[in-house]
């Protein structure tokens, strides 16, 4: 192959954090424990191998399973084989993807109502691992070290965009968002545009410009990006514009 197929840091890391902690233990994530958590990645981790060996395969699917029908199975095993189920399908993920890209670098394929690169999905389990490391073991140094990525903010900006990152929003706050044109910005990388025309949300990075709406460390952005609130918002996150553009900004990015 042409590229290496090593595990990336990310995957090991959220490895580690499934073997060391309670499968009981509750996280960030209110309706998940440590256990759910790993199921939600084992399911992930299936469901693109289903479409890139469907796609290798030359019969494309055509929709993506959800949450709750690939994940239910993942949930009944033990702990340990939990552990192992991840790990497995971690590997094989990659290994599918690799042996698709080595041939055609820029494959794409239908997932979740939109096209994506098939190399996306590494970039995209990646960012999977770390936001949900954090959502396990909060902001240690492993979680800051990760987060702070600015490719895994650049592929949440570009490959899932503003549709699925504010799909709570939307939904729960519609039309008083519409209107909106904000920045999150970090110093001396682009800036986060989010724009919300008739209750359609879109989003671009783009040079900085004017003044921001909310500004951040890049890892506490990511963060906010994926509607989640850093541990201590108040030294992380500040709120440059109006008061009513930096309330409808969190509304808007209340989770995917």
């Known amino acids: ?44 981790y299936e469901e693109v ?24 199975p993942f949930r009944e095993l033990s702990p340990a084989e939990l552990l192992r189920t991840v790990d497995r399908e971690e590997d094989r993920m990659r290994q599918e993807i690799r042996a698709v890209i080595d041939e055609e670098p820029d494959a794409t394929l239908w997932w979740t109502g939109r096209w994506m690169r098939v190399d996306a999905f590494l970039s995209h389990l990646r960012s999977e691992c770390a936001i949900h490391r954090w959502d396990m073991y909060g902001e240690d140094d492993v979680s800051m070290r990760l987060l702070q990525q600015f490719d895994l903010f650049k592929h949440a900006v570009t490959n899932i965009g503003a549709k699925p990152l504010c799909a709570r929003g939307i939904d729960k706050y519609g039309a ?29 990075l783009v040079d ?15 963060l906010l990006l994926w509607g989640r609130s ?27």
């Open 1 to 44: 192959m042409t590229k290496s197929t090593a595990r990336p840091v990310e995957a090991e890391e959220f490895l580690t954090a499934l073997q060391e902690l309670s499968p009981h233990a509750l996280t960030a994530c209110p309706e998940w424990n440590v256990h759910d958590i790993g199921a939600h990645l084992a399911g992930i």
């Open 49 to 72: 191998t289903r479409h890139v060996q469907a796609y290798s395969a030359g019969a494309p699917l055509k929709s993506t399973r959800g949450f709750e029908e690939r994940e239910a």
């Open 176 to 204: 008083e968002l519409s209107g909106l044109s904000a920045r999150v910005r970090t110093d001396g990388l682009p800036d986060l545009r989010i724009d919300v025309t008739d209750s359609v949300p879109t989003m671009d």
């Open 208 to 222: 900085p410009a004017d003044e921001a709406t909310i500004s951040g460390d890049q890892a506490a952005r990511l």
């Open 230 to 256: 850093p541990a201590t918002p108040s030294t992380r996150l500040q709120g440059c514009g109006s008061n009513n553009d930096v309330l409808r900004l969190r509304r808007l990015l209340s989770g995917y």
